[in-house]
DNA sequence: TTAAAATAATGGACGCTGTTCATTTTATTG
DNA sequence: CAATAAAATGAACAGCGTCCATTATTTTAA
């Protein structure tokens, strides 16, 4: 088995999807470059799709890697908040979005052409930012209302992805909007004490 | 004032507007290509650049256009409801965007380059689906609440914008979501209702 | 030690893209 | 019937993703 360069196929890999994220933060989806990529590292283009096979699988792993920096983020917002958990939640998606926005849109950009699909591990890597919210969710709600947490995290995050969007694409400003995330949380907030209200309303009934 | 052609300016703008609408309809913003729309109607792609300058300014005249297929696609799905019109203007929102898929991510795929801005009559053009939404939240809330209604309204679009993104772009599908719409209906009326309580809760302390 | 096999890396070729602009074609005007 | 003004062209350029025959290198087997 023979091989000629400096890097084992693991770090190529890796040397590859750590420059192209750079890039991607740098000049954002509409203006990425496989090729440019290729030369930054002193590879040609055809060691890129040696090792990555197609631009849409360097693009799925780069979209990938974001999700680990925004679910780290989300984390490391949340730790060691005792008070508002729910505000914290949204202020880390908001603000991942606002430190990242080329990152965070290259997300939404890149769609996998048909029949392409995810491995189980980036599945899996891509799904820990929506688990994090329906735990927050499923303790920000009443024991009885727990049973839809998950369901109801999915909403929210939605909710939340809909005014993080319109802040970062011009729309809200175009609107004359000045406060997106204070929306978003109101929003939340409201849907949270609606969860409360039907289980006080369930509880009223059965007495 | 010699010109060599079957068409106006006018006609030809249109021309190219109208094929170019399409064209994003049947292959999305990633296929879209100016020298196929220029192809298509039998004119060279210096003459597209002609007319309309360049290939933003284009994608945005198609967008402006898309909004206003979108905006009388909602008066008219609104026409006639009498009961719950709220529940029409979701709907109306996702089965356009259901019915559209291509020409509705068109409109948040497409980012103007810097610098770049939309004349007065886009601009307004764009602005009237907001403004549909605005009337319908204004008499959806209670009289003492209607000052409220813009801002709410811009947040409550961006809530629907939110599931409807997740839903067309296959987010929902791999969280295991099978209703979207109900989800953004359901929130829309949440907030709707935290307006309402609002208005109940301020009324009783002045008492 | 040397030949064969296996792997790694290359980069030219292809067909496509947006963009520019000197050139050509045409219609109108004087 | 020129002269003029507008309209339309399409070659040229630089870039892109993709493919793959070719070359370089290392490992293995004889």
């Known amino acids: 088995m023979g091989r000629r360069s400096d890097h084992s196929r693991t770090e190529l890999f890796e040397l590859i999807l750590a420059e ?67 505000a914290a939640l949204v202020d880390g998606y908001f603000s991942f979005a606002r430190d990242n926005p080329h990152l965070w849109m290259a997300i939404y950009d890149h769609r996998l052409p048909p029949g392409m699909v995810l491995t189980d591990d980036e599945h899996d890597r891509r799904s820990v930012l929506t688990e994090i919210v329906a735990r927050e969710v499923a303790a920000a709600l009443p024991e009885p209302a727990r049973a839809e947490a998950p369901r109801l995290a999915r909403s929210l995050v939605a909710t939340v992805h809909g005014h993080c969007t319109f802040a970062l694409n011009g729309a809200f400003e175009l609107m004359g909007e000045a406060a997106p995330q204070d929306l978003a949380l109101a929003r939340v907030r409201e849907s949270l004490a609606a969860a409360d209200q039907a289980v006080v309303a369930t509880a009223l009934k059965k007495v």
Chains 1, 2 share one sequence.
């Open 20 to 86: 192209g994220h750079r890039q991607m933060a740098e000049v954002g989806f509409s203006r990425f470059s496989a090729r440019e990529v290729a030369k930054k590292i002193g590879y040609s283009i055809g060691t890129l799709y040696n090792v990555f096979g197609s631009l849409d699988r360097l693009l799925a792993a780069i979209n990938t890697r974001t999700f680990g920096l925004w679910a780290r983020h989300l984390e490391a917002r949340l730790e060691g908040e005792q008070g508002d958990r729910i």
